[in-house]
């Protein structure tokens, strides 16, 4: 591509919409989402700092700056949520005094009512907190303020990327609808900034979605690590994991997850171009996992994660289950060995086992249409491998589907992340963990106005927050876990950043 072409303004668009807003979009190269995010963040400052990053393995990417419309979700209250909430947990969202299942009413009415929206695919994009119940460790001050419960946002600025074009787009207020022909020409300035980088990288634009350059290189270092903190420390974690499986042996419990984190002391604090570096790497480290990034203020949550929470196109309803985990190796026949190893281990398969039950049974009785799921396989990834079995749900024309934020809302939090039955484990987690969770491993993702969508399970991740850096690692715990082989499985899945952090 060599100069964008910018959408004619339509009839539609130059009417004022109810809801406000107006879309334009221009065509645009196909570039790595992080190099949008390090353009947009230099050039429109004054709608920052607020932004997201999404690009899964070979599925749409985008990213987005500032803020059109954002949708705060609250966990301190009482809420309705939604029917049945996970079947057995006990906490509660709702977004600014309305039932978290009312976001997605809200939503769409917003998507109908936007002028524009058919010119891009336009979605909200945010994350929930894992546990974002009043009784959850940290629920006063904690290193999530800027974060809160949840928040989903459609961008004021944004770029995305599919099988058949790249585009970037602007949402902004209906009454100023004089202004559109100057976000047009800034979009067409990004637009041609953009191509010279896609230059630069030797993209030439018609590459296949899965193959976007790389963000542009940079000279400057990621932040120094001056120290590192285990938090807890690893004899007082060892000591929690030994508790929590005694709740297990007492058959209290059939799982429940350990979860701990390692702060970073960093020798400058963390920016947008530093997420556009790490971004990069894990690009290249962990190519078959969903990077993600969400930027709050002076805050940035990103990371790598291999695990699908739901994802829904129309009818076709996909989760997945990973749990069971042991070291990879890059030696063929080593890690055809370790692979083995880990099929018939029958600690790992208990584990994973639960989570599959678990997925199954809430999926079904969400929607119906499960297809019985195939035996476990193995993923691989570059540190660590995983049992994985998808699981999968067609729906009949005569069935309407549920919103995916229904869904999100049915299935989180799985077994993987936190354990079975649900509200004990949770309470479990509580009790033992003295550290917020935040996202980490809470839902972050995207939705549409025809309420598809794709979350996933914020996993092998970091929050940056100026000079801080905090990562956060879990393990399933059941009656056959060893503590020690334990803590060195949460230290394989640190390694995913520390790794890309070089």
């Not at 790595?32 to 990417?61: C, D, K, N, T, Y």
């Not at 929206?117 to 119940?133: H, I, K, M, S, T």
Request: charged fraction near 25%; proline fraction near 8%.
């Amino acid at each position: 591509m060599t100069s964008p072409v910018i959408r004619p303004r339509s009839a539609r668009e130059t009417r004022a919409p109810r809801s406000g807003l107006l879309a334009v979009a221009a065509e645009a190269p196909r570039v790595a989402p992080e190099e949008f995010l390090r353009r947009a963040s230099r050039s429109f400052r004054e709608i920052g700092p607020v932004g997201h990053l999404w690009a899964p393995s070979g599925g749409m990417q985008s990213a987005g700056w500032g803020v059109a419309r954002r949708f705060e979700v609250a966990g301190d209250a009482p809420s309705p949520g939604f029917p049945g909430g996970n079947g057995d947990g006990d906490h509660r969202m709702h977004a600014g005094g309305v039932a978290l299942d009312q976001v997605a009413a809200l939503a769409s009415g917003l998507f109908r009512e936007l002028a524009g929206a058919d010119e891009v695919p336009l979605r909200l994009f945010g994350g929930l907190a894992f546990d974002p119940g009043p009784d959850s460790p940290g629920s006063g001050a904690s290193d999530w303020d800027e974060f809160g419960a949840g928040s989903f946002v459609l961008p004021r600025l944004g770029y995305v990327a599919d099988v058949d074009a790249a585009h970037l787009y602007a949402v902004i207020d209906a009454t100023a609808i004089g202004a559109a022909p100057e976000w047009q020409r800034r979009l067409q300035r990004l637009a041609e900034d953009l191509d010279l980088t896609s230059g630069l990288s030797g993209a030439n634009g018609n590459g296949h979605l899965g193959e976007l350059p790389e963000a542009a290189s940079t000279l400057e270092a990621l932040p120094g690590i001056l120290r590192s903190f285990d938090r807890p420390a690893a004899s007082e974690w060892l000591q929690r994991v030994k508790e929590l499986r005694g709740e297990v042996l007492s058959e209290r419990l059939q799982k429940v997850v350990a979860a701990r984190a390692v702060e970073l002391d960093l020798d400058r604090p963390f920016g947008i171009a530093d997420l556009v570096h790490i971004a990069g790497r894990l690009g290249h480290s962990m190519p078959t996992c969903t990077r993600f990034a969400f930027l709050r203020g002076g805050s940035i949550f990103f990371g790598a994660t291999p695990e699908l929470l739901v994802r829904r196109r129309g009818r076709r309803i996909e989760t997945q289950a990973l749990a069971g985990s042991i070291a990879s190796d890059p030696t063929p026949v080593r890690r055809r060995e370790l692979e083995r190893r880990l099929l018939e281990s029958r600690k790992d398969r208990l584990e994973h086992d639960v989570v599959v039950r678990y997925l199954v049974e809430r999926l079904d009785r969400s929607c119906g249409g499960v297809a019985p799921p195939a035996p476990p396989e193995v993923r691989v990834l570059p540190n660590v491998m995983h049992l994985e079995t998808p699981i999968r749900a067609a729906l009949p024309e005569t069935v309407e589907p549920p919103h995916v934020l229904r869904l999100v809302r049915a299935l989180h939090p799985t077994p993987a992340v936190a354990g079975r039955p649900t509200a004990l484990a949770l309470a479990a987690i509580r009790r033992s963990e003295d550290r917020d969770r935040g996202w980490y491993a809470g839902p972050v993702g995207w939705f549409d106005g025809n309420g598809d969508g794709e979350f996933s399970v914020a996993l092998r991740s970091c929050l940056a927050t100026r000079r801080r850096g905090l990562l956060y690692s879990g393990n399933g715990i059941v009656a056959d876990s060893d503590p020690a082989r334990e803590l060195a499985e949460t230290n394989l899945k640190l390694d995913a950043i520390l790794g890309a952090w070089g």
